[in-house]
């Protein structure tokens, strides 16, 4: 996976693909949960332009740790869609051999190095990573994504705080999607804004629309930048939304309003780059549409890949098991 660090055809094009693939993705998976296949997936549809947006400045051999909601997260870093869905089946052919699951992938190949069920959890986790790229004085960056239910975990506070003191090449993004499963972003964050808490730790604290992949683009780019010259950490606040419930099962009405969900799928963030791509000359209409039907081709394959593919031998039950004894 090369950078795409100039907003030029190119880069919007792939943009654009990526996100299109990560819809398409998440909506083959709400099939595959409806049908029985997998369990407690978490979607992101609607939350497609974050990681593009910063995954696009990243490369092979930079990091990235997500949340228990990472579907995004692995597409936007280049992880194999076909291996994905298999993951999700809990087939043998998955990134983690059926074992990790949809809460648990990984592929450290593509420097994604795993999603995680527990909340906070991935924050001093790439903290560490790091700490590992400026001792080995590479110029790796280490990408976190989280949400605004970890915010105020003290395990980002202590992150943030060790990351600034030591100039550690770290970039903490958290997907404000307003709902910490059911509860409001304001009753639970105090000062209104999460980005304004890197004052306290002498660090970049930026708020940027994440329903604009442009922006989120644009601000990513001077954050990867700063953590590759070694001079130290960024906390980017993307204020998203995600369209469905926290897992497939919740009803976001019982907590959320109809004029609340209208408004924000109104400034859905695959129409607003569908406008810049067409508006500005970077793509036509009918590139657009070649590129969606690649796409849907590309899902209904994983998902016939996952179907058709074994699951892991009742030998390997054992395997891939740490032992401390």
């Not at 693909?17 to 409806?34: A, K, L, N």
């Not at 740790?65 to 087939?91: F, P, Y």
């Amino acid at each position: 996976m090369t950078t795409h660090s100039t907003l030029n055809r190119e880069t919007m094009l792939w943009m654009y693909r990526t996100m299109v693939t990560i819809r398409r993705f998440e909506e083959q998976s709400r099939r595959e949960s409806d049908a029985g296949k997998l369990r407690g997936m978490h979607s992101s549809i609607g939350q497609e332009a974050v990681p593009t947006g910063i995954c696009a400045h990243l490369r092979d051999d930079d990091f990235v740790l997500g949340t228990h909601r990472s579907h995004h997260h692995c597409i936007a870093k280049g992880v194999n869609i076909n291996e994905m869905m298999a993951e999700l089946l809990g087939k043998s052919t998955g990134t983690n051999n059926g074992k990790g699951g949809t809460m648990h992938i990984a592929d450290i190949h593509k420097g994604m190095l795993g999603a995680n069920g527990v909340v906070g959890s991935n924050i001093p986790v790439a903290t560490g990573v790091g700490l590992s790229a400026k001792v080995r004085g590479t110029d790796q960056v280490s990408v976190v994504f989280f949400g605004d239910g970890a915010s105020s975990q003290g395990s980002l506070h202590e992150s943030m705080n060790l990351a600034s003191v030591w100039k550690l090449p770290v970039v903490f993004v958290c997907e404000n999607n307003r709902y910490a499963e059911s509860t409001p972003f304001e009753f639970t964050v105090a000062g209104g804004s999460i980005s304004n808490r890197a004052a306290g730790y002498d660090m970049p604290g930026i708020t940027v629309d994440g329903q604009s992949v442009i922006e989120t683009f644009e601000v990513a780019r001077e954050a990867v930048a700063r953590a590759r010259r070694g001079e130290g950490p960024t906390l980017i606040e993307a204020q998203t939304y995600r369209y469905g419930g926290h897992f497939s099962a919740d009803d976001p009405l019982g907590y959320r309003t109809e004029e609340e969900e209208a408004y924000y799928h109104a400034r859905d963030c695959l129409l607003q780059i569908t406008n810049h791509i067409v508006e500005g000359d970077f793509g036509t209409q009918d590139d657009l549409q070649k590129i969606d039907e690649e796409v849907d081709a590309a899902v209904a394959a994983a998902a016939k890949f996952a179907d058709e593919s074994p699951f892991p031998d009742d030998s390997e039950m054992l395997t891939d098991v740490y032992n401390s004894y």
